[in-house]
């Protein structure tokens, strides 16, 4: 062990860091320590920590099930990190990763989130309470939904999120249940069953099941759904990638998941910035919102890819449908490349937007007083609104996310309204 390195464990271990195995554990020297708590914090042999941004908070247990390499996470208290490597994710109070996770880039779990052994996300943000199983990749979702630890939404064993496409485009985020609603911790779970798969971009409204064992390809956006996919038909047919014969839904599905992430940027910037305490710093919730803007940036860098594309699309749709071939179509995939400055344009003003000031601040008012009656706790407080007051902050989220979906509406009227 070098001396810097040396300096640092003994500076850990003097603050209140368990480490079991001194020797075992790596701090890069980029590391700021005093960005790791002494209070309960644990971390177990094989821990790597490294980057600048790591934050590590009251009662994190690291490294329990196996080797860590933790680089720029923004770690909360009493999370637990099992083993696995974790990179520029966010964990929040009581979230938790089982061994061999393997969890990347503008990846989010909220208060009490967790994912269970051998598990792979990037830019995947799960709401409070959400559970996966094990052996899953759920990569570029939002997945909210559920009320509490006996009632939340949940992800079965050996599920995947399909986020490439034959076209090879990642403009395939999929929307489980929504922000303005699923903030508020009153809506009914989405189950998705085990060994079965999700064909994004994809909408599932709240309230969904999907039977074990399907693949489903489709947008649900009816709640209390039970969804049962039929198997594909055997054969071989004649294919041309790059047609992107439903272009109008791969856009509208990717332009209501960024309206929900401004939606969820203003619930960060502004309610969540009223509870910020000792539990949860400024750094953490700075950390969220940077990490939020960043996968803001992946979904709208995902969409101008694809808009890049459409010139080939409408030669390569046209050379295979002839005289058959589809005005509107092609119309759509026009508009998309022609119109697509304007609509990156708004989607970056979008996102400092705030919404409805009088629906905004009087939602925040509320539950300003609500922190006042029941403290600072993250989930006591949301559980603790008022029905009406919930209502109310919802409305305001829906504005939030409405704009962007009515902007966008304005500037590519060809891609029809969003419902």
């Known amino acids: 062990m070098t001396l ?93 990763a089982g061994a061999g996770a393997h969890v990347r880039e503008g990846t989010i779990l909220e208060e009490a989130a967790s994912i269970a052994h051998t598990v792979g996300l990037k830019q995947t943000l799960l709401f409070p309470f959400v559970t996966l199983g094990s052996l899953i990749n759920f990569c570029d979702c939002l997945m909210s939904g559920g009320t509490g630890k006996q009632d939340h939404s949940e992800v079965g064993s050996s599920y995947i999120h399909f986020n490439f496409t034959p076209n090879q485009d990642k403009a395939t985020a999929s929307l489980l249940g929504d922000v303005p609603r699923g903030v508020m911790l009153r809506e009914r779970p989405i189950f998705l069953g085990g060994q079965g798969g999700l064909v994004g971009p994809c909408r599932l409204a709240f309230g969904t099941v999907i039977a074990a064992g399907c693949i489903y390809r489709k947008d649900e956006l009816r709640p209390g759904r039970l969804l049962i996919g039929a198997a594909p038909r055997g054969g071989s047919v004649p294919f041309s990638s790059g047609t992107y014969p439903n272009i109008k839904r791969i856009f509208n599905n990717n332009l209501a998941y960024v309206a929900n992430l401004t939606a969820l940027m203003q619930w960060y910037r502004h309610a969540r910035a009223l509870l910020v305490s000792g539990e949860f710093p400024q750094a953490l919730l700075d950390g969220l919102i940077e990490t939020l803007a960043r996968g803001i940036d992946e979904r709208v860098a995902r969409l101008r890819a694809l808009s890049r594309k459409m010139p080939a699309a409408i030669d390569i749709y046209r050379a295979g449908a002839g005289e058959n071939a589809s005005a509107q179509l092609i119309a759509q995939k026009q508009a998309l490349f022609d119109r697509w400055p304007d609509i990156e344009e708004m989607m970056g003003r979008a996102r400092d937007r705030g919404g409805d000031a009088r629906l905004r601040d009087g939602f925040l008012t509320k539950l300003a007083e609500e922190i006042d009656r029941s403290g600072r706790d993250y989930l006591t407080v949301i559980k603790a609104l008022k029905p009406e007051a919930a209502a109310s902050g919802t409305r305001w989220l829906e504005g939030v996310a409405a704009a962007v979906t009515e902007d966008a509406a304005d500037l590519i009227p060809e891609m029809g309204s969003m419902k």
Do not use: Q
């Open 4 to 96: 810097e390195k040396r300096i640092h464990i003994d500076f850990l271990l003097k603050k209140g860091v368990t480490i079991p195995n001194p020797e075992s554990v790596d701090i890069g020297p980029e590391v700021d320590i005093e960005r790791i708590s002494g209070d309960g914090v644990t971390l177990y042999a094989g821990t790597k920590i490294y980057g600048s941004s790591t934050l590590i908070l009251r009662g994190a247990v690291i490294g329990l099930e196996g080797p860590v390499t933790v680089k720029d996470c923004y770690i909360g208290p009493e999370v637990r990190l099992a083993g696995g490597y974790f990179s520029g994710a966010v964990f929040l109070k009581g979230s938790a």
